[in-house]
């Protein structure tokens, strides 16, 4: 019996804050009890100011025209090959090589829950950045969308996150949990020793891009980091404003949930870069502990029990400022991060999208109907053959 072929794929995760586009190379090789993925390199590709300003810019808008969104998309799937293709040649990998591309795609609308349209109840989802353009320019087989059969099956459509932490984190005799701290906040938790049917996952509400985004904010552009928590920790939180904050309606609502980062992007942004008499240093405090005693309250709400390890994901894992004050709202829980696993904390997107894309090439189900409430688990994610299609199919069969 031939050994399990080890795939080479190419995750792609394009921000919705609209900071630009991770991408990470990745090797998975199946056995019979695992599926080891080791990351082989990282790159962060940041938009071009005048394309953020569009992306986010249609984004934001309750009137986008359908031509925009396809120019966008089609733009966005360009810049996504050019990425794809320079990471390629800076760890030394020719796209011969390479068997599959894993893409996120921008997601421009997201409404897991229904609204009337022309006399019809629907759920919807957009993802753009075309994975024809990424096929073509590159050879290389595409799988996307990865959101929308989960939601025909009445699910969230995410977290996507959930099945890939499931694979990379599960254990024995530690009950876990997984917390990505990027654009938003989003967790996976596992039982100790848990069946796929026994994991939890949603969003749990803000993550560090606001952080970010209010920084860059008060600082007119100068910014566009608290690095090293500085910021934070030279202030205080403020209690009124945080006792506000923690009222969002979205942190009260019950699992399976999805959110977007426009729900705590960029208007919570402007309403707080205009509070008055709030120092800058309080500000960015205040939003720090936002993020972390949302992340806490989620735990203690809706999880059948605090977890052993807390494994965080995201830029988040790189600011002391928010690890501190997650610490100090769980204590007593062993806090890591990817970091300690081998994967590239920033990373942990991108690789996500590139197992899915693995089970997608495979038409094995990568969802989990316990996180995204789904009537059952699908095959996440569509295909668009490259020039390499027959290939990958011959060494899968």
């Known amino acids: 019996m031939t050994d399990p072929p080890v795939l080479?794929?190419?995750?792609?995760?394009?921000?919705?804050?609209?900071?630009?586009?991770?991408?990470?190379?990745?090797?998975?090789?199946?056995?019979?009890?695992?599926?080891?993925?080791?990351?082989?390199?990282?790159?962060?590709?940041?938009?071009?100011?005048?394309?953020?300003?569009?992306?986010?810019?249609?984004?934001?808008?309750?009137?986008?025209?359908?031509?925009?969104?396809?120019?966008?998309?089609?733009?966005?799937?360009?810049?996504?090959?050019?990425?794809?293709?320079?990471?390629?040649?800076?760890?030394?990998?020719?796209?011969?090589?390479?068997?599959?591309?894993?893409?996120?795609?921008?997601?421009?609308?997201?409404?897991?829950?229904?609204?009337?349209?022309?006399?019809?109840?629907?759920?919807?989802?957009?993802?753009?950045?075309?994975?024809?353009?990424?096929?073509?320019?590159?050879?290389?087989?595409?799988?996307?969308?990865?959101?929308?059969?989960?939601?025909?099956?009445?699910?969230?459509?995410?977290?996507?996150?959930?099945f890939p932490d499931y694979i990379m984190f599960k254990s024995a005799n530690r009950c876990r949990a997984v917390q990505h701290i990027g654009d938003i906040g989003t967790l996976t938790y596992i039982p100790a020793g848990g069946r796929l049917d026994e994991v939890k996952a949603f969003?749990?509400?803000?993550?560090?891009?606001?952080?970010?985004?209010?920084?860059?904010?008060?600082?007119?552009?100068?910014?566009?980091?608290?690095?090293?928590?500085?910021?934070?920790?030279?202030?205080?939180?403020?209690?009124?404003?945080?006792?506000?904050?923690?009222?969002?309606?979205?942190?009260?609502?019950?699992?399976?949930?999805?959110?977007?980062?426009?729900?705590?992007?960029?208007?919570?942004?402007?309403?707080?870069?205009?509070s008055q008499g709030v120092p800058m240093e309080d500000l960015v405090a205040t939003i720090t502990a936002f993020v972390a005693q949302s992340i806490a309250r989620s735990y203690r709400r809706w999880l059948p029990k605090i977890p052993d390890d807390l494994v965080v994901g995201g830029k988040g894992a790189r600011n002391p400022a928010l690890m501190r004050r997650l610490e100090e709202s769980l204590p007593g829980v062993n806090i890591v991060s990817f970091d300690d696993f081998g994967v590239d904390c920033e990373a942990d997107g991108a690789v996500s999208v590139a197992m899915l894309a693995n089970e997608a090439v495979r038409a094995r189900h990568g969802s989990i109907p316990t996180a995204t409430g789904a009537r059952h688990s699908v095959v996440m994610g569509k295909i668009t053959p490259g020039r390499n299609f027959n290939a990958i199919l011959s060494r899968l069969t």
């Not at 089609?74 to 020719?94: I, M, N, P, T």
């Not at 353009?133 to 939601?151: K, L, W, Y």
């Not at 403020?238 to 705590?264: E, I």
Request: aromatic share 6%.
């Open 203 to 274: 969003d749990t509400g803000p993550g560090s891009t606001l952080i970010d985004m209010l920084v860059w904010r008060l600082t007119d552009g100068n910014l566009d980091h608290d690095a090293g928590g500085a910021i934070a920790n030279a202030g205080k939180p403020d209690r009124s404003l945080l006792s506000r904050l923690m009222d969002a309606p979205f942190l009260g609502k019950h699992p399976p949930k999805t959110t977007r980062f426009a729900n705590f992007g960029w208007k919570l942004v402007d309403n707080l870069a205009e």
């Open 8 to 162: 080479k794929v190419l995750g792609l995760m394009a921000n919705e804050s609209g900071d630009g586009v991770d991408t990470a190379l990745v090797e998975i090789e199946e056995t019979d009890t695992a599926q080891p993925v080791r990351l082989v390199s990282y790159k962060h590709y940041p938009y071009q100011a005048r394309f953020r300003e569009a992306l986010v810019g249609a984004a934001r808008s309750d009137h986008c025209q359908p031509e925009l969104i396809s120019s966008l998309s089609f733009a966005l799937g360009e810049l996504l090959a050019a990425a794809s293709l320079d990471l390629l040649k800076h760890c030394g990998v020719d796209s011969s090589d390479v068997d599959l591309i894993g893409s996120s795609g921008y997601t421009l609308r997201h409404q897991p829950d229904q609204m009337e349209v022309g006399g019809m109840w629907a759920v919807s989802t957009l993802q753009i950045g075309e994975p024809s353009v990424i096929s073509e320019r590159t050879g290389i087989t595409v799988a996307s969308d990865f959101r929308a059969a989960d939601m025909a099956a009445g699910g969230q459509g995410g977290p996507i996150t959930a």
